[in-house]
T-cell receptor
Framework: ETGVTQTPRHLVMGMTNKKSLKCEQH?????MYWYKQSAKKPLELMFV???????ENNSVPSRFSPECPNSSHLFLHLHTLQPEDSALYLC????????????FGEGSRLTVL | GENVEQHPSTLSVQEGDSAVIKCTYS??????FPWYKQELGKRPQLIID?????GEKKDQRIAVTLNKTAKHFSLHITETQPEDSAVYFC?????????FGAGTILRVKS
């Protein structure tokens, strides 16, 4: 176990639904990330939180809304998504926001109908 | 802009042979280059990394080389085994974040 847990592991939602993805880390890390993984594409960085403050928002559409209530928890709120948003959403954490090892969760597989 | 190119996209080797995956990056200021392995249905995990102050690093059957002048780095796996079959991602640091390559599917045939 890497200490990064994501729920749910699988999610199917309609375009008008509202759902949330949850990530929890028990590693004492100060930085948390959301990545999007689509087939045959690079891992796309979506958001970075360092010490609970958002430090990066990589031109992500507003239908994705992150929340970081404390250094151990990270949420991704989803609203009025499109079918092309179907992907694996990976949460990761690292000790600090400067580059070092990323510890990934197992991902949430999202399907938008 | 920030860009990491990774080749090949798929690689098939016979068990026991070597495998080489290559990446190029665009920003000469990049100073950290990790490699992640993702087995089917699993999370990506760091297998080896290198910083710009060294040219090569080895860990058992895995090695990474870095050519700063040419802005490319490579992953070398020797004596491949079936359990090496996975997707491998390279990454390069840009302004305190990592930019990933598109991944290489490695298949080791026994």
């Amino acid at each position: 176990e890497t200490g990064v847990t994501q729920t749910p592991r699988h999610l199917v939602m309609g375009m008008t639904n509202k759902k949330s993805l949850k990530c929890e880390q028990h590693l004492g890390h100060n930085a948390m990330y959301w990545y999007k993984q689509s087939a045959k594409k690079p891992l796309e960085l979506m958001f970075v939180y360092s010490l609970e403050e958002r430090v990066e928002n990589n031109s992500v559409p507003s239908r994705f809304s992150p929340e970081c209530p404390n250094s151990s928890h990270l949420f991704l709120h989803l609203h009025t998504l499109q079918p092309e948003d179907s992907a694996l959403y990976l949460c990761a954490s690292s000790l600090g926001q400067t580059t070092g090892e990323l510890f990934f969760g197992e991902g949430s597989r999202l399907t938008v109908l | 802009g920030e860009n990491v190119e990774q080749h090949p996209s798929t690689l098939s080797v016979q068990e026991g042979d070597s495998a080489v995956i290559k990446c190029t990056y665009s920003d000469s200021a990049s100073n950290y280059f990790p490699w992640y392995k993702q087995e089917l249905g699993k999370r990506p995990q760091l297998i080896i990394d290198i910083r710009s102050n060294v040219g090569e690093k080895k860990d058992q059957r895995i090695a990474v080389t870095l050519n700063k002048t040419a802005k490319h780095f490579s992953l070398h796996i020797t004596e491949t085994q079936p359990e090496d079959s996975a997707v491998y991602f390279c990454a390069a640091s840009y302004s305190n974040k990592l930019v990933f390559g598109a991944g290489t599917i490695l298949r080791v045939k026994s």
